[in-house]
């Protein structure tokens, strides 16, 4: 069999080699902290879950959904304005599976073959694949250490700029876990204007900000609805992931043209997910914010405790991700993630996986409670691994 060439545009060798040692770990009963998948271990809310089961017994939802329905649409227009301040209408609003299934398909809405886009580096994944996928060409801005991992606009040559269709910036960002200002916002805007690019926000991680800081929406910026949209997830603040709830949201005539794609390979989503979804952005806001007080105390156990074994981690200021440099004296981070596996039991993701700027980095997870991430702190420190200098992981 002979498969397309845009399979050819992919690769999972590394992912692989690092998911098939664990698994071996695993099966010779090692004891492993995993840290490599973004997936809360947080339970989904009561009411959230009651309101799936019973509109699962309604032989009735089991039909084809064809659409968003009235009642989540408006709740969707009601959770933005309480939560952001930001006044949408319905024809605003496209659900999607997720915003990984949103992202991987939006390119194909807005990019031609050759298309040039613009993408932070590091960054997600997907936003690599999907742009791959419409057979567009990457251009990525750096999102460096010396800029706070945040975009510097004056980066971006002018020629580059003119010929962009769209730029994804995501804030709080996965996965270096840097967070927007103001001031950058306005500043996005306006090179959105100058250069007539279009922006895609990912929005995933609104209620995952910490010191004080409060997240917000892309959206709630003056022109904002003018030159982009973003993608709001319920997956990390109601811990829905694998509900794969999404909304792209702004622009009309993207998110029309993205709902007329989606049309052509999807039904709509599940109706007692739908009902979910109406119940999670109704429900209160108080076990959001006790949840992010929960994921503070996390990054807290791990950075601090890092530093303190010298492994320098600076503080993240959002998302529910720890970024850090790896050791001296490893040449990659995939080498760094495998060793790291053997010698103390803790998996994370290279950076080598997040674009061209992510190698030399590695992401940490907060999935597991302080008391959890305290010992993998200490297996850290006891394997001698930070004092090797690589010793194994060449």
Same mark, same amino acid.
């Given at each position: 069999?002979?498969?397309?060439?845009?399979?050819?545009?992919?690769?999972?060798?590394?992912?692989? =080699?690092?998911?098939?040692?664990?698994?071996?770990?695993?099966?010779?009963?090692?004891?492993?902290?995993?840290?490599? *998948?973004?997936? +809360?271990?947080?339970?989904?809310?009561?009411?959230?879950?009651?309101?799936?089961?019973?509109?699962?017994?309604?032989?009735?939802?089991?039909?084809?959904?064809?659409?968003?329905?009235?009642?989540?649409?408006?709740?969707?227009?009601?959770?933005?304005?309480?939560?952001?301040?930001?006044?949408?209408?319905?024809?605003?609003? =496209?659900?999607?599976?997720?915003?990984?299934?949103?992202?991987?398909?939006?390119?194909?809405?807005?990019? /031609?073959?050759?298309?040039?886009?613009?993408? +932070?580096? +590091?960054?997600?994944?997907?936003? *690599?694949?999907?742009?791959?996928?419409?057979?567009?060409?990457?251009?990525?801005?750096?999102?460096?250490?010396?800029?706070?991992?945040?975009?510097?606009?004056?980066?971006?040559?002018?020629?580059?700029?003119?010929?962009?269709?769209?730029?994804?910036?995501?804030?709080?960002?996965?996965?270096?876990?840097?967070?927007?200002?103001?001031?950058?916002?306005?500043?996005?805007?306006?090179?959105?204007?100058?250069?007539?690019?279009?922006?895609?926000?990912?929005?995933?991680?609104?209620?995952?900000?910490?010191?004080?800081?409060?997240?917000?929406?892309?959206?709630?910026?003056?022109? =904002?609805?003018?030159?982009?949209?973003?993608?709001?997830?319920?997956?990390?603040?109601?811990?829905?992931?694998?509900?794969?709830?999404?909304?792209?949201?702004?622009?009309?005539?993207?998110?029309?043209?993205?709902?007329?794609?989606?049309?052509? *390979?999807?039904?709509?989503?599940?109706?007692?997910?739908?009902?979910?979804?109406?119940?999670?952005?109704?429900?209160?806001?108080?076990?959001?914010?006790?949840?992010?007080?929960?994921?503070?105390?996390?990054?807290?156990?791990?950075?601090?405790?890092?530093?303190?074994?010298?492994? /320098?981690?600076?503080?993240?200021?959002?998302?529910?991700?720890?970024? $850090?440099?790896? +050791?001296?004296?490893?040449?990659?981070?995939?080498?760094?993630?495998?060793?790291?596996?053997?010698? $103390?039991?803790?998996?994370?993701?290279?950076?080598?996986?997040?674009?061209?700027?992510?190698?030399?980095?590695?992401?940490?997870?907060?999935?597991?409670?302080?008391?959890?991430?305290?010992?993998?702190?200490?297996? *850290?420190?006891?394997?001698?691994?930070?004092?090797?200098?690589?010793?194994?992981?060449?």
């Amino acid at each position: 069999m002979n498969f397309s060439k845009r399979m050819d545009r992919f690769g999972d060798e590394v992912f692989l =080699a690092l998911d098939e040692r664990k698994r071996a770990l695993e099966r010779e009963g090692k004891k492993l902290f995993n840290l490599s *998948i973004g997936t +809360p271990d947080f339970e989904p809310p009561l009411a959230v879950r009651k309101a799936l089961a019973e509109a699962a017994m309604d032989p009735a939802n089991w039909r084809y959904a064809l659409r968003d329905t009235d009642e989540l649409l408006s709740a969707v227009c009601d959770y933005y304005a309480r939560r952001f301040g930001v006044v949408i209408t319905p024809d605003q609003i =496209a659900s999607c599976y997720g915003s990984q299934e949103g992202m991987g398909h939006i390119s194909l809405v807005l990019c /031609d073959e050759g298309d040039t886009v613009l993408l +932070p580096s +590091p960054c997600y994944p997907v936003f *690599i694949a999907g742009a791959k996928m419409a057979g567009a060409e990457p251009w990525y801005y750096p999102m460096t250490k010396e800029s706070g991992f945040l975009p510097r606009f004056s980066e971006i040559p002018e020629e580059v700029a003119r010929r962009a269709k769209y730029m994804i910036v995501s804030l709080p960002s996965n996965p270096m876990g840097s967070v927007g200002t103001p001031e950058l916002y306005r500043e996005l805007i306006d090179f959105a204007k100058r250069y007539d690019i279009l922006i895609l926000h990912d929005n995933a991680y609104s209620d995952i900000l910490y010191d004080g800081r409060e997240g917000g929406s892309f959206l709630a910026y003056k022109g =904002a609805a003018e030159v982009g949209c973003e993608f709001f997830s319920l997956s990390k603040s109601f811990n829905l992931t694998g509900a794969h709830i999404s909304f792209l949201i702004g622009r009309r005539d993207v998110v029309a043209a993205f709902k007329k794609l989606r049309s052509q *390979i999807d039904f709509g989503m599940f109706l007692p997910v739908q009902k979910a979804a109406v119940a999670a952005l109704r429900g209160p806001r108080e076990p959001v914010l006790r949840q992010c007080a929960n994921y503070e105390a996390r990054r807290n156990a791990l950075c601090d405790g890092l530093t303190a074994i010298g492994w /320098d981690t600076p503080r993240n200021a959002g998302s529910m991700f720890v970024w $850090a440099k790896i +050791p001296e004296g490893f040449e990659t981070s995939a080498a760094f993630c495998l060793a790291l596996m053997e010698r $103390a039991g803790v998996v994370c993701t290279p950076g080598s996986g997040f674009g061209p700027l992510g190698e030399g980095y590695v992401r940490f997870a907060l999935v597991l409670p302080p008391e959890e991430l305290k010992k993998a702190v200490k297996a *850290i420190d006891e394997s001698g691994i930070l004092k090797n200098k690589g010793e194994s992981g060449r």
